[in-house]
């Protein structure tokens, strides 16, 4: 067997031999196209790069306006205040959200509530909003009092939410209703994208994102989305050295411009210009150049000459699922590209015309080989991160080292797919990336928790055999499981004729409770139509008993070095074992707290059963019944 190095070094010199003498002996007749090539490739590369990051800057704030835009914190209600919970939530947010300024929601009564983060803005910015010293957040309330007029209250806050300052405006006279963001998005009723604007409050270019609530009441949750260092990422991205990008929406305003901040003063200060620059005011230069020829065409390709230098221009627009469009306008200089070409050919002449002929069919037959046991290995590997099954058969290969990582691969599928048995797969995924620690501990947060059981199970496990009572346990938790697992639950363990499953981790789940409560009732019908099988085939059928309580609890690794278990410990699990084993005092099949019932009473349908302390608890406890989803 040959040795790896051996091989893989001869393959790449032979292919790199190969590739340059093709690649010169064509420039050698073509290297103004060729110039004009790896201009283009440039473009394209800058192109996908900066259009790639406006994307997917808009496609994530987006997706979490319509996110929060369900959130019970935010549509239960349409009266905020400086204490709100729904301030928490959009401060979490924006802390995983650097690119997003502030995230602000408005209601038919007029209320609007806006968090922003400070501590990513600059001095000049932090001035024009008067911030204080030491203030992190921003957070601006707008009430209508009992007469109907609106006053507002603004107020600053250090990293842990003490106050700094707070100011009270009695006739500030912002009403979010007359705002075309609030205005559009309700009348649409579906998510929006605003055109570019400049900022009131602190002079930066941005866009708004907007979602309408989707709860009890009306009204809007929006993202604004700041645009001052997209032009310096854009021209980060350039083709070339003395190459120029621009971008620009549909109605003409610059997103993006090697003098963006000279424009976008010019345009806020001059009384004749509206607060954004616009693309058909550059008259001069390249750019004013190319926009005198274009046609308004969605592709505009061509030539220009200035000053003696040859440039190759690109205009093409873009769009995003009908949400927002543009245009981008790359322009590179030919002179950048053709020294690459020149020193290409006379470099690698001599040695393409000697490996050429020699080198081009071993490496075609050779890398053709090993490529396919290295797509293989790769394959594998990546099956790794799903959990997906473990291959029959091992990758093999006349290399020593590919042959050994082909067994040592399929030797870890075999056992991380048998452990993802014994494990839930969520927790084996994140062990595996990195994501959930395996160290002893845990922190507290909010998880809802789910228990079940079986009513006389004892009696029934007495009269039955035991092979076959383990069979029809298995088909039991088996029907159980894939209802809570099709919602997203981790299912903890099983213990007895029980199941404890937990939501809301180890992955964050803003409608956990809601999840926690369809799954019950999904698992009582599948428990139903099972039982149907059972009674026909002879057995003593299940009846299942559900308990479902939502709280904080601290979730991580339980045990000792040795043997450890992710799980969740608390009260709140406490609670929601108590709950299951109350069906059978009061002749129900699913109970839950007071604390869900608050959380989803607009979702699903509950009775009141009673006020009772919980065996254990020491606390009262409103119990109710889970009957069925609001239709």
Request: aromatic share 8%; charged share 20%.
């Amino acid at each position: 067997m040959w040795t790896f190095r051996i091989a893989i070094t001869a393959a790449v010199l032979a292919f790199v031999t190969a590739l340059a003498s093709c690649l010169i002996t064509i420039q050698i007749a073509t290297s103004h196209a060729a110039a004009g090539a790896a201009a283009a490739a440039a473009m394209d590369a800058a192109s996908a790069n900066t259009l790639t990051r406006l994307r997917a800057d808009v496609s994530e704030l987006s997706s979490v306006a319509r996110i929060l835009a369900t959130s019970p914190s935010l549509t239960d209600s349409d009266d905020r205040s400086e204490v709100d919970g729904a301030i928490g939530l959009f401060k979490s947010a924006l802390h995983e959200l650097p690119q997003a300024d502030s995230l602000y929601v408005g209601y038919d009564n007029g209320c609007w509530l806006q968090v922003r983060r400070l501590d990513v803005l600059d001095a000049t910015e932090r001035q024009r909003l008067e911030a204080p010293p030491g203030a992190v957040y921003n957070i601006n309330l707008v009430r209508p009092n009992a007469g109907g007029a609106l006053s507002m209250r603004r107020v600053f806050e250090d990293e842990h939410g003490n106050k700094i300052e707070q100011l009270d405006l009695w006739n500030y006279g912002y009403d979010v209703r007359e705002r075309s963001w609030y205005r559009d998005t309700q009348q649409r009723n579906r998510a929006l994208v605003s055109p570019p604007y400049a900022s009131f409050s602190i002079g930066t270019p941005m866009i708004t994102l907007s979602a309408p609530l989707r709860g009890g009441v009306r009204g809007v949750l929006a993202a604004d989305l700041k645009l001052d260092k997209f032009s310096d990422l854009v021209q980060a991205q350039r083709p070339g050295e003395h190459g120029t990008a621009v971008i620009f929406d549909a109605f003409g305003v610059i997103l993006a411009h090697p003098n963006f901040a000279r424009l976008l003063e010019h345009a806020r200060h001059h009384p004749s210009h509206p607060q954004m620059p616009q693309i058909d005011e550059i008259r001069n230069g390249l750019i004013g150049a190319v926009m005198r020829r274009w046609d308004g065409s969605d592709r505009y390709d061509g030539n220009i000459s200035e000053e003696g230098q040859d440039y190759i221009f690109r205009l093409r627009k873009f769009s995003e699922d009908n949400a927002y469009s543009g245009y981008s306008l790359l322009i590179a200089a030919e002179g950048d590209f053709a020294p690459t070409v020149r020193r290409l050919q006379s470099r690698g002449l001599v040695l393409a015309l000697l490996a050429c002929g020699c080198f081009m069919p071993v490496v075609w037959i050779f890398g053709s080989r090993m490529s396919r046991s290295l797509r293989r290995l790769t394959e594998q590997a990546n099956q790794l991160h799903s959990l997906a099954a473990p291959d029959e058969k091992s990758v093999t290969s006349n290399i020593s080292e590919i042959h050994e990582l082909g067994s040592t691969l399929s030797v870890a599928q075999r056992t991380i797919s048998s452990f993802a048995h014994f494990v839930p797969k969520d927790i084996v995924k994140g062990i595996i990336d990195g994501s959930i620690s395996t160290e002893l501990g845990g922190v507290r947060q909010e998880v809802t928790v789910l228990f079940t059981d079986v009513a006389n199970f004892t009696g029934i496990a007495e009269a039955s055999d035991p092979d076959n009572l383990m069979r029809q346990m298995s088909r039991h938790f088996t029907a159980l499981t894939e209802a809570f697992i099709a919602e997203g639950g981790t299912v903890d363990k099983f213990i007895g004729d029980s199941v404890m499953v937990f939501w809301n981790a180890p992955h964050l789940q803003l409608d956990q409770v809601e999840r926690a409560c369809r799954a019950a009732l999904v698992a009582k019908a599948a428990s139903e139509a099972l039982n149907i099988q059972f009674i026909a085939e002879g057995l003593q059928p299940f009846a299942v008993r559900l308990g479902i309580h939502f709280g904080d609890a601290v979730v991580g690794n339980l045990g000792s070095a040795e043997r450890m278990e992710y799980t969740v410990l608390g009260n709140s699990v406490n609670l929601a074992a108590r709950l299951e084993g109350l069906n059978k005092e009061y002749g129900t099949t699913i109970l839950v707290s007071e604390a869900v019932r608050d959380r989803v009473h607009n979702r699903f349908h509950f009775n009141a059963i009673a006020s009772v302390i919980a065996k254990g608890m020491t606390a009262e406890t409103q119990v109710f019944e889970l009957v069925e989803a609001v239709a």
